[in-house]
């Protein structure tokens, strides 16, 4: 275990990344403190913006560090703007944060942190404009499973300099064994997760962090702009909800400590802005983009939600046949909810108070409505696949019954969904929702019950977690057309590639254009250019183009 990992340290060290014109270094463990984890920002206001970074501190003196860190208005600090020392230790698993404060806004800047003689790489970040912003241009992304490639997506995002923030919409890391959910080619250029077992207590969450940290693509998006990150379920485990996870069992110890140490962990080691006054679970907060749009930022995972329903166990059978009606009886329930009551009384408020002409909703999962279309005519099903041919029968013979796809998604909450919607058509301008989860990229024109318009939807790619392509065998292309047909709501699916969603937002419309990357498997890979959709403003509907 030990030579697997140092060979691959030698293997990126021998990379030296360099995007954007930041110099990335990866060092490992000696007598000197490190920086192996590279830096990052994240959380900006108007005025202030969290910088972070992490200290590998010396084998032979592991106590205390005392880290001096640096903000500038350029790359070679001769026009330094603020810093200050800060002490870290084996407490918070010597991460560091910083709340810069007195900043100016829509402003670019530059950190770094030291130990003694030691310097970290130089990170990029930005400030939240004030008002009279005329355009915004964001970098949505989700699902970077380590042991299924290379972050090549995060490398297009830090080459890009017209990002005002990225979005990250969860599944930043993932908490499976070695050799669960993996690729094996990925497993044979060395990507394998530490520790090897599945991660269940703090000590586990830190060094899967950890490992993560050391992918040059993540250090690239990190060093080139701030993140705005909410977590979704791999964060903790599997289909996660508030008291407990699919991926979850009493062998594993209780779920209140599995999932306390979880988020501990992520907020060690995500630039996330720490409240004192705030349960460290309620991650739900609010970013003004300078009176152009209001971000959200949810929770639809550890906080509130309900536990999910399954069609093999939550099914009714009326003379060994199901009962769609009874069954949705059960869906429909108004207890059953996906935010929780605080959370959603807190959005209902901000949406009221909003004055921009847009509200962007940053969350995990589709709030479109989906069922799965008829594919058995044309698909084969090998007998070694990862889909069987019964299981596509069994979600055919589902959506004959109108039911949805995916009890995981908002889809298994419609009572919920519909509370949201209701506060939207209330109080919104104009409604975008955000999502990650299902590895495609997605778009959507939402309606209520009623079908009325409620707003559009835009879901990102995966950074590698396998989509589609992987599981159904049929031809991508067809799956999306099949898909489309069906579902009234869905304007546009990939159902193949990687990738990432670029949101412009102006005072006339937003739109999302999807990128995608040729592999995760090589780091020699291309972009691509996927198609761009828009909703102008006073329109609830997308249009091509």
């Known amino acids: 275990m030990a030579s697997t990992a140092l060979t691959r340290r030698a293997a990126l060290q021998s990379m030296g990344l360099a995007a954007g014109g930041l110099l990335l270094p990866l060092q490992v463990l000696g007598s000197e403190p490190s920086f192996r984890h590279g830096v990052a920002s994240g959380d900006p206001l108007a005025d202030r913006v969290i910088l972070w970074t992490r200290v590998t501190p010396p084998a032979t003196d592991p106590g205390p560090v005392q880290v001096d860190w640096q903000l500038a208005l350029d790359n070679d600090f001769r026009r330094p703007v603020a810093g200050g020392r800060i002490t870290t230790d084996a407490s918070r698993d010597y991460t560091v944060k910083v709340d810069a404060a007195g900043l100016e806004p829509g402003a670019r800047y530059h950190y770094r942190f030291q130990v003694g003689d030691v310097q970290s790489p130089v990170g990029r970040t930005r400030t939240l404009p004030a008002d009279g912003v005329t355009a915004l241009t964001f970098a949505v992304v989700s699902c970077s499973n380590y042991p299924q490639g290379y972050f090549n997506v995060y490398h297009e995002i830090a080459r890009h300099d017209d990002i005002d923030a990225v979005l990250h919409l969860g599944d930043y890391l993932y908490e499976y064994e070695q050799g669960g959910y993996a690729d094996p080619h990925a497993l044979a250029f060395g990507h394998h997760v530490e520790p090897s077992h599945e991660i269940v207590n703090l000590a586990d969450y830190r060094a899967r962090h950890a490992v993560y940290k050391t992918e040059p693509g993540l250090q ?292 999302g254009r999807w990128h995608f990357v040729t592999t995760v498997l090589s780091r020699r890979y291309q972009p691509l250019i996927g198609p761009t959709y828009h909703m102008r403003v006073g329109e609830t509907s997308l249009t091509a183009g």
């Open 220 to 511: 690239a998006i990190h060093a080139a702009h701030p993140m705005i990150a909410v977590w979704d379920d791999h964060e903790s485990a599997n289909d996660s909800w508030r008291h407990g996870a699919e991926n979850h069992d009493g062998s594993q110890g209780p779920w209140p400590e599995r999932k306390r140490a979880s988020v501990k962990a992520y907020r060690e080691w995500l630039p996330i802005r720490d409240e004192a006054d705030v349960d460290p679970l309620q991650i739900h907060r609010h970013f003004d983009f300078g009176g152009l749009a209001d971000l959200m930022m949810l929770d639809a995972r550890l906080i509130g939600r309900s536990e999910p329903l399954i069609y093999g166990d939550d099914m009714v059978y009326r003379d060994g046949k199901p009962d769609p009606a009874a069954f949705r009886s059960k869906l429909h329930d108004p207890a059953r909810t996906i935010l929780g009551v605080n959370q959603l009384k807190w959005l209902t408020q901000r949406l009221e108070a909003s004055r921009a002409p847009w509200q962007i909703l940053g969350q995990q999962v589709l709030m479109g409505r989906v069922r799965a279309p008829d594919l058995l005519d044309i698909a084969s099903f090998p007998e070694d696949g990862p889909f069987t041919r019964e299981a596509a029968e069994q979600i055919t013979a589902l959506a004959e019954l109108g039911l949805p796809l995916n009890l995981d998604a908002w889809d298994g909450y419609p009572a919920s969904r519909e509370r949201v919607y209701a506060a939207a058509r209330s109080h919104a301008s104009n409604l975008v929702a955000l999502a990650g989860d299902t590895h495609n990229a997605w778009a959507f024109n939402l309606e209520d019950e009623q079908g009325r318009g409620v707003g559009v939807e835009f879901a990102t790619p995966s950074v590698t977690s396998p989509g589609m392509e992987r599981f159904v065998p049929v031809p991508p292309g067809i799956v999306a057309e099949r898909f489309v047909d069906l579902n009234p709501e869905l304007v546009y699916l990939d159902a193949a590639r990687r990738g990432w969603l670029e949101l412009t937002v102006t005072p006339e419309a937003t739109s």
